[in-house]
């Protein structure tokens, strides 16, 4: 198993490319199964989450070639409308296969996903609109079979749930007549999905906004879509510039879709620039402390949360962060005080009290986003060497991530335990 060693206290400099991103890719590949000829993917991320769903497809039949960034899938020769416990259990997000499996093909059996380092995340919003949608759903032996002919129902979310949103989405585009979705998600990979479902031949509208509408069509063909730029990656990036004191610009970067986190950064007293295509970020005279509450689309959000809390750790006076999406979003904490921190957990609310500087230490990456934050963190430790073990973790959401830390000027290196 791999880790990373820092030897942080370099104020990082210079430009990083985004990458596509990961959570608009994954259901993108999701909707292929819909089309029944081929689809082609521009700008997909080579990560270990993609290589899952890959996998996954490709048992059920798919073939896909994914060469350079980018990904042909022809979905004509699939054969097993099913995605297994073993599959499913590796990632959450091959739950997106299930509304696309039972609009095709009127049936699908898919495991249902358990829980995870930082909730229980249930799926019943996307069980729940499915049954408006017509669809029967039963629950055998751990895994959801879903059965029937779709109809197009209203149906309002409980919470703006992202998967649940494209889940009901992707189903509705083969369900008879008119579907009208409210209190859905609002994420820029909803409108990236759409964009692709409806160059399939759908008929989406209101993506981006709080009410989609779908009006269901007999069938579905291959389309072209590029994904967008990753703004969790992006951001990131960012917070490692701010927090190390640095000046980082990332290019290929969507500002807009970026507004919440560059909005905080400059409440904490850091520079943002932003034009078409680039995002830049710099913070030679230190950070003072910021409130965040994270928030659906287009508030704070909680992917970005872990990262921002390292950069906390340092900025001058208290701040206070409120997770309210996720149930158990503050398994960085415990690493973070290790590495000298100084952070007070009550339910979903974390204190920090700004320290002067970060230690490094050998900690452990738990989720993906709070490995995210322990690289920030050793990066901005101005003593010792800061280890972080399960890099696996990182690699699902990032792509050799310590190979463009050093392009940005740091000492980071990957070894082998
Ligand atoms: C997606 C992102 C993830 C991000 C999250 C919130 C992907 C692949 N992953 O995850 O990186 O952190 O959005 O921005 O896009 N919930 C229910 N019932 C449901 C569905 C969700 O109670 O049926 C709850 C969840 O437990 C969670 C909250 O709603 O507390 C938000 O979840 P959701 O928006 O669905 O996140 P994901 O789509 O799983």
Known sequence: MDKILIRGGVPLTGTVHARGAKNAALPLMAAAILAETPC????????????????????????????????????????????????VRKMR????????LVARFGRARVSLPGGCAIGTRPVDIHLKGLEALGCKIELDEGDVVA?????????????????????????????????RLTNVAREPEIENLAAFLNAMGAQISGAGSDMITVVGVDSLKGAECEVIADRIEAGTFLIAGAATGGDVTVLDANAGHLAALLEKLREAGATVTASEGRVGVAAANGLKAVDI????????????????????????????????????RFMQVAELNRMGANIELDGNTAVIRGVGHLMGAPVMASDLRASAALVIAGLMATHGETAVQRVYHIDRGYERIEERFAALGAQIERVRN
């Open 40 to 87: 082609v993917l521009h700008n997909v991320p080579c990560l270990h989450d993609i290589f899952s769903m890959d996998k996954l497809l490709s048992f059920m039949g798919v073939r896909i070639d994914f060469t350079g960034r980018a990904m042909t899938l022809d979905t004509t020769g699939i054969t097993e409308p099913e995605a297994p416990y073993e599959l």
């Open 93 to 100: 997000a091959s739950f997106f296969v299930l509304g696309p």
């Open 147 to 179: 059965e029937g002919t779709l109809t197009g129902a209203s149906f309002a979310l409980d919470f703006p749930s992202v998967g649940a949103t494209e889940t009901l989405m992707m189903a509705a585009c083969r369900a008879e007549g008119l579907t």
């Open 293 to 328: 509450s994270t928030q659906p689309y287009p508030g704070f959000p909680t992917d970005l949360q872990a990262q921002m809390m390292a950069l906390l750790a340092c900025a001058d006076g208290t701040s206070v962060v409120r997770e309210t999406v996720f149930e158990n």
